[in-house]
């Protein structure tokens, strides 16, 4: 199947390794960025072609749009891919809003299409393994979990930060794709939240000094806190944050009667898991994979879509992840501390 990338910024470089590992089953054919310079360079990188973004969208030649722009545009970028009967890999969030997830929904359906979107870090040795151990029962009958993404932002070495402060940036959208994939993958669906959230900064000073602007006024919340209850009963509590000052050391651990697990960060597609020993009472390694390889697998999530196409096996609850992620993600934004809980009415 042919590959269109929309999006040539600093993540296209890391999909095209993952993606030029399959060649047998996808190719990357050609590529457009609404700034032609980029479009040419990674097409010259690449040897692939370069189109607008139009007539990438249109070309009878691609199958599959990887939309891999900043979140503000992914929408109207799978939107009208979806229309002209591309299958489509979004970056995440597939979408803003519960009304944008709705038009993806329905588009993908009437036209026969199918969206996929990131995190696909679930397809990565780690937590694969992760879900071996809590399927087995490693852990006893699971209770609870917790996650915590603490960090001081992006402005010290994304070579374009400004979208991480803007509407569809801020940690929730950001990072908490990766913890609620692996969540509701590991757990099943969510079906009430919590949520708060403050802006603590109004404006981020770029300090990787090969950006073009010195500073970035701050347009979205960038902390926030939530509780989030299971279908299941299993409740979970889940900070994700870019104003805390503290080493980037993720958390995601799953609590059993018998035992606890904890993953590795699921912003990665390998790591440690450790189990809690309760006779030693303290943290012991079950499971250890070679130093973050992200390069190595980058595009799994476009691979496994391309096989499940072509075998026929694209399950419905598969499509749904996505835009449950994006239900949960809405309602942890908009939370109303007047009205309590907020179900989650699963819509799609
Ligand atoms: N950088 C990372 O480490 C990383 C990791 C995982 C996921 N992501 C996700 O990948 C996506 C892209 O991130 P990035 O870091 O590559 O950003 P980036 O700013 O480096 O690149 C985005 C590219 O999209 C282009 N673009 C913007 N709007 C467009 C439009 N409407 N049509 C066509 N092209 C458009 C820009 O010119 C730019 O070249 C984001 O959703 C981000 O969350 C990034």
């Known amino acids: 199947m042919n590959i269109g990338i929309i999006g040539c910024g600093a993540i296209s470089n890391q999909y095209m390794i993952g993606l030029n590992k399959h060649k047998k089953d996808i190719e990357v054919t050609a590529c457009a960025d609404i700034d032609k310079n980029k479009a040419d360079q990674f097409s010259k990188d690449n040897n692939i072609k370069t189109l607008s973004v139009d007539e990438l969208i249109l070309s009878d030649e691609i199958d599959i749009v990887v939309n891999l722009t900043p979140p503000l545009s992914h929408f109207e970028i799978s939107y009208k891919s979806l229309k002209n009967r591309k299958h489509v890999f979004s970056e995440k969030p597939i979408a803003l809003t519960i009304d944008e997830g709705k038009k993806l929904f329905s588009t993908m359906k009437e036209n026969n299409v199918y969206l996929y979107a990131a995190p696909d ?178 595009g799994l999530g476009v691979v496994e879509m391309v096989k499940a196409i072509k075998n026929n096996t694209v399950s419905e609850d598969e499509l749904s992840v996505p835009f449950h992620i994006l239900e949960v993600m809405c309602a942890l934004d908009s939370f109303d501390l007047e009205s309590g809980w907020t179900k989650i009415i699963q819509q799609f």
């Open 121 to 298: 870090t679930f397809l990565g040795p780690a937590f694969k393994k992760a879900q071996e151990l809590l399927s087995s029962n490693k852990i006893g009958k699971i209770i609870g979990g917790s996650v915590n993404f603490t960090s001081h932002g992006v402005e010290g070495w994304h070579p374009n930060p400004e979208f991480y402060y803007k509407k569809g940036g801020g940690p929730l959208f950001d990072m908490g794709p990766y913890y609620l994939t692996a969540l509701v993958k590991a757990l099943g669906p969510i079906q009430e939240v919590i949520g708060y959230s403050k802006k603590t900064f109004e404006k981020r000073n770029v300090e990787n000094p090969e950006v073009n602007y010195k500073e970035i006024n701050v347009d979205v919340d960038t902390h926030y806190f939530g509780l989030m209850k299971f279908k299941s009963e299993i409740i979970v509590d889940f900070q994700v944050t870019f104003d805390v000052w503290k080493p980037y050391d993720p958390k995601l651990e799953v609590y059993g009667d018998e035992s606890s697990l904890k993953l590795a960060d699921p912003n990665n597609y390998d790591g440690d898991i450790f189990i809690f020993d309760k006779d030693l009472y303290q943290w012991e390694l079950i499971y250890s994979s070679p130093d973050s390889q992200n390069n190595f697998y980058r």
